[in-house]
C-alpha cells in the first residue's frame, strides 16, 4: 500500500507513483534559510508551526536551520514531535479535556520548554491540577483574540487571565499569543500590511500593560507565512509561527508581497503533486488520478508547474479523479503522462498523504514520513 | 497518537477523546440489510463501493449480509482488501501504469474473480501483456461513460472496445460499467429517476446490442446510493455500486426520497463525529476541536444530531477548528461539552481518520481501523 521509500532512491520525479506529494529539498531548504534569515534580522525568532508539514523530518530540518523551538496546534502533534525527540514545543490551540491534559502533563515531563496557550480560567485550573505533585511547573501564554474570533480572549481581558494564570503555583505565566488568520491571504500587501498592524495593536499593547504592571510578560507569539514581514516590524513581538512558508501552496502564491502585487515570491513552492493521466476519451480535457482524496479542495486551486503542461487547468472530478483542460491547439496529454501540480491548502492536504518523496535535481533521494498525519487530537 | 481502541469498550460515546468517527452498528446494520434485501427483491445483486468506508472490517459485514463482492477505486485499495481476505473485488477506474499494472495482477493471484475496468484499447493490450505467462485470464468491464464524462468511451463505441477486449488471449471480456455520477445528488426523486434512466439506457442498449451479437456480455454493473431504487428498475443492469447508503452523510440525507420530497429516508446516519467545545468566549458560537482535517469540507454542510444542539449549526473554521453557532436563546455550550454531527460528504471525511469508534446503545463496542485510509494510488 504505501512506497517502500529507500528503495526508490535515485528513480526520476516523473517515475514516482502517483498520487504523490514530492518535496523539492534544494527549494525548501531555500525557503528555510530565507525566513530564518529574515526573522533574524528582525531579531525575532522563528517557531514554524508543525500542523502545516506534519514531518517532525522537516521540523528538525528547521531546527537545524536556526529555530530554537516549533508550534504544534494538537496535543497529538506535539506528542508525535516530542516522541521523535524534538523539544520547546509551542500548543498553539487550548487543551480543555482531562484525557487530552494528561497527555500534555506526558509531553511536559520530556520537554521542559513545553507551552500552551489558554483562554479559560477554569481551564489554567484545570491545568493547574494536572501539574500538582509533578515538582514541574508547566509553561502557560494567555491567548488572545485579534479579529479571527476563533479562539482568546478578548485583548482587554488578556491583563486579568494572566494574573489568574499567575496565581496558579504550578503555571508559569510566559506571555500572550495572538494569531490574526483572518489577515494571512489578504491579496493586496499594503493592505494586509495595515489591517496586520492594526489588529495586533491591542495585543502589543496587551504586552505593554502586563510589563508595565511588573509583570513577567516575555513573549509575544503570533504571525503566519501571509504577514511575516508585516508584523516584523511590532516592536513586542517576540516570534513568529508561520508554517506555510516551508513548501508553499497555490493559495499563498496567488497573494501579492512587498515588491511584487501579483505573486507572492518570498518563498518558492517547494510542494508539488505528481499525478497520472488514466483516461483521454474527452475533447478538450483528460482525467487525472487525483481528486478530493490527494489535493483537498480548499484555498486556490492546483496549477501545472510550468513546461509542457502550462497553460492548462485543474480541477476536482470527483473523489478519485481529477480534470486537467488544455488550452485550444495545446498538445493532447496522453494515458500514462504525468502531470505535475502545485497544490491547493497545503496544510489539509498533507494530511492526506503518508510520505513525502524528497528529491534533488529531479531525482528521489529520500523519502519523509508524514507521521504526524491524522494527529487531529 | 491513536486510541487504544479496545480498551475503551463500554465507554460512553460523550467520553471519547475527539475529533471522533463514530458508527452505530444497530444502525449500520439496518443500512446494509435494507438495501440488501432492496437489491435482492429487484433480482440484482449489491457489490458495495469500499471506497467510501475505507475499512476491511466494515466490508467483511457486507459481504455477510449477502454482497458476493465488493468495489475499489484504486489498486491500492484493492490490496488491502485481498490482504485482508476478502474476494471478489471490482477495480471501478482504469489502471494504466505498469507499476500498478503489475500489482493489479498481483492481487489477480489472490483473487481469480478481480476485475477491472478499461476505456482505451491500448490500455487492453498492456493488461494483456502482463497476463502473459501467468496461465491465468483477467476479467474486465468495458467503461462507459453516460454523461459524467469522466472515465469510459461513448456508449456507441462499447461494442468496438468489447471485441478487441475479446481479441486477448489472456483477457475476459466480462460485460459493461456504467456510473451515473453526475446524477446521484439531484434533490428531486422523480427527476432523479428520470435523469439516471435516461443516461443509462445508452449503456443498457450497448449490453443488448453485444448480447445480440452473440457476445457474452453478463454484467451490467453501476448505479449509487442516490439512484439505487431508479437504477432497479433497468432489466440489463446486473449489480449496484452503491457506497455512501452504509454509512451516510448530510449531503445525503439532503436530497429526496421516492416517499419524502425532504428527505433522503431511505438509509440512517450511522456515522457521526464527535468534536468538543474548546473555547467559548464569544457571543452566539463557540469553537469545536473539528475543522477542514476532521470533516471534508466538501458535499454538504456538518449538522448537529438531534438533541441539546439541534438548531445549531456547524460551519469550517479553520484546519482544526469548527465554529457551532446556536439559536438566541439556547443554552450556550460550554468548554469540554462534547458534540454530535452529522458528517459532510463521507469519503473523503472518513479518508481523514484511522478507526471507526463502533457503538451500540450509547456504548463502544468495538473499534475497526480504517485500514483502506490514504489508498489512493
Redesign the interface.
Known amino acids: 500500500?504505501?512506497m517502500k521509500s529507500k528503495a526508490l532512491a535515485g528513480r526520476g520525479r516523473l517515475e514516482l507513483?502517483?498520487?504523490?506529494l514530492a518535496l523539492d529539498l534544494d527549494l525548501l531548504d531555500a525557503n528555510l534559510r530565507n525566513m530564518q534569515a529574515r526573522v533574524r534580522a528582525g531579531n525575532k525568532i522563528l517557531r514554524p508551526h508543525a500542523?502545516t508539514h506534519k514531518c517532525s523530518k522537516l521540523a528538525r530540518r528547521q531546527i537545524e536551520a536556526g529555530a530554537p523551538g516549533l508550534c504544534a496546534?494538537?496535543v497529538?502533534e506535539a506528542?508525535?514531535l516530542v516522541r521523535a525527540g524534538l523539544r520547546n514545543i509551542l500548543v498553539t490551540?487550548?487543551v480543555?479535556?482531562s484525557?487530552?491534559i494528561r497527555r500534555l502533563a506526558g509531553c511536559r515531563e520530556a520537554d521542559p520548554k513545553l507551552a500552551v496557550v489558554l483562554?479559560?480560567f477554569?481551564?489554567a485550573r484545570a491545568l493547574n491540577a494536572a501539574m500538582a505533585g509533578s515538582g514541574q511547573k508547566l509553561d502557560v501564554l494567555v491567548d488572545v483574540?485579534v479579529g479571527l474570533?476563533?479562539?482568546?480572549?478578548?485583548p482587554e481581558r488578556a491583563g486579568e487571565l494572566a494574573r489568574k494564570v499567575m496565581e496558579q503555583p504550578n503555571l508559569r505565566f510566559r506571555g500572550i499569543q495572538a494569531y490574526a488568520?483572518h489577515v494571512q491571504h489578504i491579496r493586496d500587501h499594503a493592505l494586509r500590511r495595515a489591517e496586520s498592524l492594526a489588529c495586533m495593536a491591542p495585543a502589543a499593547e496587551a504586552v505593554r500593560a502586563l510589563r508595565a504592571a511588573g509583570a513577567e510578560c516575555e513573549v509575544l507569539s503570533g504571525a503566519g507565512t501571509g504577514t511575516f514581514d508585516c508584523d516584523l516590524e511590532i516592536p513586542e513581538l517576540t516570534e513568529l509561527q508561520a508554517g506555510s512558508y516551508a513548501v508553499m501552496d497555490a493559495e499563498y502564491m496567488a497573494i501579492g508581497s512587498a515588491s511584487n502585487p501579483d505573486r507572492f515570491d518570498e518563498f518558492k513552492p517547494a510542494l508539488t503533486l505528481f499525478t497520472?493521466?488514466?483516461?483521454?476519451?474527452?475533447a478538450g480535457f483528460v482525467?487525472l488520478?487525483?481528486g478530493?482524496?490527494?489535493v483537498?479542495?480548499?484555498g486556490g486551486r492546483p496549477y501545472p508547474v510550468s513546461g509542457r503542461d502550462s497553460g492548462s487547468t485543474y480541477d476536482w472530478?470527483?473523489?478519485?479523479?481529477g480534470?486537467l483542460t488544455f488550452a485550444a491547439g495545446a498538445r493532447q496529454p496522453r494515458?500514462?503522462d504525468v502531470v505535475e501540480l502545485v497544490v491547493s491548502?497545503c496544510?489539509?492536504t498533507i494530511?492526506?498523504?503518508?510520505e513525502f518523496m524528497v528529491t534533488r535535481n529531479g531525482r528521489v533521494v529520500d523519502a519523509w514520513p508524514i507521521d504526524l498525519?491524522?494527529?487531529?487530537?
Not at 474570533?149 to 478578548?154: A, D, F, K, L, W
Not at 498525519?373 to 487530537?377: E, P, S
Open positions: 500500500m504505501r507513483d502517483t498520487p504523490c500542523k496546534a494538537k497529538s506528542e508525535a490551540g487550548p480543555v479535556t484525557e487530552k483562554d479559560d477554569e481551564n483574540d474570533g476563533r479562539t482568546g480572549v478578548p488568520g497520472t493521466v488514466v483516461s483521454a476519451n474527452q482525467t488520478d487525483a478530493l482524496k490527494a483537498y479542495q480548499h472530478f470527483g473523489d478519485e479523479y480534470r494515458v500514462g491548502h496544510d489539509p494530511n492526506l498523504h503518508d498525519r491524522g494527529c487531529c487530537r
